[in-house]
Every structure is written in structure tokens, then in C-alpha cells.
């Protein structure tokens, strides 16, 4: 550390609380994929990934051509996120009380009888847009009853020591899976037609059924086996209060995920209105995020590691909102392709640390019901942020619509940054007492 000017100068890298480089530091992270559970937990993430994106390309795109309408486009993300804050307080509690892998697998079960109505109804070119909306719908009520389950499930297979590690493979399989899913989609949408695309959707959600028979993870169940239910959700809710941390994370969850997100879902009607591209280039658009994101968590996954999680979490929101500002107005492809490519670097950090924050300061018999907590807080924002976007862009315009929602994001982020500990305060400590209800 150099002085300037009588002050002390610090990098970036202790800016953000790394910890000194250790040579072994990569013995946390890709042998872990060495391990037979991990790796079947791991590979059955980036496979739900591929069918759910594959899926949200080819109802989005079949919704813009039926109704040529933004706002039911918007529709598509908020029947797919409004489960969550609806279920997910119930869902936390299932992973923390139940067999996490039967969950696991009652859900990828449910995923693939979804998509198999759907292909059913392709098949008799009977498909109306509640079908599609009712389809996303129950496509997030799986996701709200298999996330709690397996991301809990990842930290009782790979332990407190290599849990950001592990974390940050998830971020590359969560990553692979958005980035393969809508490209896969839009080459066969706009190839071979909604059909063949669905029968894509189906034999992936099958071959990730199977690969998951085969997980096994340690069975835990919680003193609060034996608490009625709305008893179990007040504690989880009186925890998460009594700890700074987790209040700060939960409020910027929000602000990312009404603010941020959501703009994920217009891709389409800028690729096809703004930058003049058909569904093959606005599934790579939909990608391109993904390079960004891999390049990062494959850095966190053998890098070294951090105290600070939240500066991390902090930093990765915040170039996020930049650079969807940017990309709303971008006049070129490439342009706007490089800009959500270093959009998925503030991403990576922001989901990585996101659940490697809310299960390292939670104890065993509460990580179930936070990371539940966790997506109640992502569900409200989704539907607000799709709503709110797909009313703007009606109204102004898809790019005014997109700019205005990221700069409102920028401005509420102060708040976390001056009020709650978040950035300043290690992530590794011991966890606040459980509050009785």
C-alpha cells in the first residue's frame, strides 16, 4: 500500500476485501466438480436453466408476433416471477423440513409436464396466449419450490469453506444454461418453428430428471420440524430483520430486480424494433450476458476469497445499472452486445455473493426458510420492474422506458450503500441469535 498526498492509497483488490492470493486457492473450486454430487447438482442447474430460457424465448417471441404488444410481453415475466413472493415463504420452509432432493425432483417433474402441454398444444396449433401465460406461471412455481431445496442442498454437500467457490460454479452453470437456452431457442424458432423448439425443451428437462436420481445429499431437518407453519415463517422473518446484512441484501435484491432485470424480458422488442435483428441474433443478444458472467465466476471460482462479499455484491449491481442505461440507447448490435457482455461481469458478482451472503450468516436450521425470504424479495420486484418497464415503453417507448427504470435503480441504491453495513461489515461472522417467536 503507497501513501499519496499523506493518505494511504489502497487496490482494488483491497477495496473489495480480497483476502492474499494462495496458491492452493484453486483447490476450492474446480476439483469440487471432481465430486460426484456436486457434479450431478451442478450439471442438473445449468440443464433447468437451458429448458426454462429455451422456453421464455420461444413464449416471448410467439407472444410478439400474436399481439405485437410490449406490455404483453411484460406479461410473460410477471406470470413467470409472481409465484415467488407467493410461494417461497412456504417453499423455505419445505427445504428446511423436507428431503431436499424429492423436492428437487417432484419439481424437474413438474417442469417437464408443463412443457409437454405445451408442445401438446403446439402440436394441434391451438395455442392462445393464456396458455402461454399459465405456462410461465407454473414454470415459476417450480422455480420458487426447486431453488430454496438446491441451493440449500449445495451448501450441505460442499460445506461452509467452499461454499463461495461452489457458489460461483453455480453462477457458471446458471450462466451457461441462460446462455445456451435462448440462443438454442431462437435458432430453432426461427429455423424449424415453435414445435421442434418445444421438443428441444422437453428432452432437456428429461435428461435432467434422470441425471438427478442420481444426486445424493445429506439429509437435514431442522428443530423447526415441529412449528406450526405461519410460527416457522415469523421466526424466519424476525431473523432476518434482527441482521443488518441481510436487510441491506434483501433491500438491493429488490431494487435490482424491479429496476434492472427486468429488462431481460424486452430484449426481443428492442433486437426486433430497435436493432432490426430476427429471433437467431436476439437469442445471442439474450445470451451475451452470459460471456460476461462466465469470465467472472470463473474467476471467483479459483480466485481468492473475500471477507467483504457484499462490496462485491454492492459493486456488480451497480455496473449493472450503468450499463443498461447505456444499452437502451446503443445504435448497433455489437455495441449493444459488448454492453450486456460487461453487464454479466456486475451480474456474476451480484449473484454470487448474493446467496453466498444470505447462507454464510444464517445458521443450519434457517438457511432453508432465508434463501426462501430471499426469492419472496426477487418475486416482488420482477412483477413491479415487468409491469412498471412494459407500461413505460407503451407509453414512450421501449429505449425511454429501459433508461428511466435503471437511473430510478442508481438513485435508490444510496440508501444500502450509507445505511446498512452491507458493504463495510464481513460477511464471515457469527450469525445474529435466532429470534423466538
Same mark, same amino acid.
Given at each position: ?17 480480497? %483476502? ?58 410477471? $406470470? ?44 394441434? @396449433? ?6 402461454? $401465460? ?10 420458487? *419450490?426447486? @431453488? ?7 451448501? @450441505? ?7 463461495v467457490n461452489a457458489m460461483a460454479l453455480e453462477t457458471i ?13 431462437? +435458432? ?56 443488518? +446484512? ?14 434492472? $432485470? ?10 426486433? @424494433? &430497435? ?26 471460482? +479459483? ?5 467483504? &462479499?457484499?462490496?462485491?455484491? +454492492? ?42 451472503i444470505v447462507l454464510l450468516t444464517s445458521p443450519p436450521q ?40 435503471? %437511473? ?13 453495513? *452491507? ?15
Amino acid at each position: 500500500m503507497g501513501r499519496l498526498g499523506g493518505v494511504p492509497s489502497i487496490s482494488l483488490r483491497e477495496a473489495l476485501g480480497l %483476502l492474499p492470493f494462495r496458491p492452493h486457492a484453486p483447490a476450492l473450486a474446480f476439483p469440487l466438480l471432481r465430486e460426484a454430487n456436486f457434479r450431478s447438482l451442478w450439471c442438473v442447474g445449468g440443464l433447468t436453466e437451458v429448458s426454462r430460457r429455451l422456453e421464455l424465448l420461444a413464449l416471448s417471441w410467439l407472444i410478439l408476433e400474436a399481439t405485437n404488444s410490449p406490455f404483453q410481453l411484460a406479461l410473460i415475466w410477471v $406470470f413467470n416471477n409472481l409465484p415467488r413472493p407467493i410461494l417461497s415463504p412456504f417453499t423455505g420452509i419445505i427445504a428446511d423440513r423436507f428431503n431436499r432432493h424429492q423436492v428437487m425432483v417432484v419439481a424437474q417433474g413438474l417442469n417437464g409436464l408443463t412443457a409437454t402441454g405445451i408442445l401438446f398444444l403446439l402440436v394441434a @396449433d391451438a395455442v392462445q396466449p393464456w396458455h402461454v $401465460f399459465a405456462a410461465t406461471f407454473l414454470q415459476g412455481a417450480t422455480r420458487a *419450490l426447486e @431453488d430454496p431445496s438446491r441451493r440449500t442442498a449445495i451448501f @450441505d454437500v460442499v460445506g461452509e469453506r467452499r461454499l463461495v467457490n461452489a457458489m460461483a460454479l453455480e453462477t457458471i452453470s446458471n450462466t451457461a444454461g441462460k446462455m445456451v437456452g435462448p440462443i438454442l431457442g431462437g +435458432v430453432l424458432v426461427g429455423t424449424v418453428g415453435f414445435t421442434w423448439a418445444y421438443v428441444g425443451a422437453v428432452l432437456v428437462h428429461l435428461l435432467a430428471l434422470a441425471l438427478l436420481t442420481r444426486v445424493k445429499i445429506p439429509v437435514y431437518r431442522g428443530p423447526a420440524g415441529g412449528e406450526p407453519v405461519w410460527q416457522s415463517l415469523r421466526v424466519g422473518v424476525k431473523y432476518a430483520w434482527s441482521s443488518p +446484512v441481510l436487510v441491506g441484501l434483501l433491500y438491493v435484491t429488490v431494487v435490482m430486480n424491479a429496476l434492472a $432485470f427486468p429488462m431481460e424480458q424486452f430484449i426481443p422488442v428492442v433486437g426486433r @424494433d &430497435h436493432l432490426g435483428v430476427g429471433p437467431a441474433l436476439t437469442g445471442l443478444l439474450l445470451a451475451s450476458e452470459g460471456f460476461g458472467r462466465l469470465a467472472a465466476a470463473g474467476i471467483m471460482a +479459483v480466485g481468492p476469497g473475500s471477507r467483504y &462479499h457484499g462490496r462485491i455484491f +454492492v459493486v456488480g449491481s451497480l455496473l449493472v445499472l450503468v450499463l443498461t442505461v447505456l444499452f437502451a440507447w446503443s445504435p448497433w448490435y455489437g455495441l449493444s452486445f459488448a454492453l450486456l457482455t460487461v453487464s454479466g461481469i456486475g451480474q456474476a458478482g451480484f449473484g454470487t455473493m448474493q446467496s453466498s451472503i444470505v447462507l454464510l450468516t444464517s445458521p443450519p436450521q434457517m438457511r432453508g426458510r432465508m434463501m426462501g425470504l430471499l426469492s419472496v424479495f426477487i418475486g416482488i420486484g420482477n412483477p413491479l420492474g415487468a409491469l412498471e418497464i412494459g407500461a413505460l415503453a407503451t407509453a414512450f417507448g421501449i429505449q425511454w422506458a429501459i433508461s428511466a427504470s435503471a %437511473l430510478a435503480g442508481l438513485l435508490l441504491m444510496l440508501p444500502a450503500v450509507a445505511l446498512t453495513p *452491507l458493504v463495510w461489515r464481513p460477511s464471515i461472522q457469527p450469525p445474529p441469535a435466532i429470534v423466538k417467536g
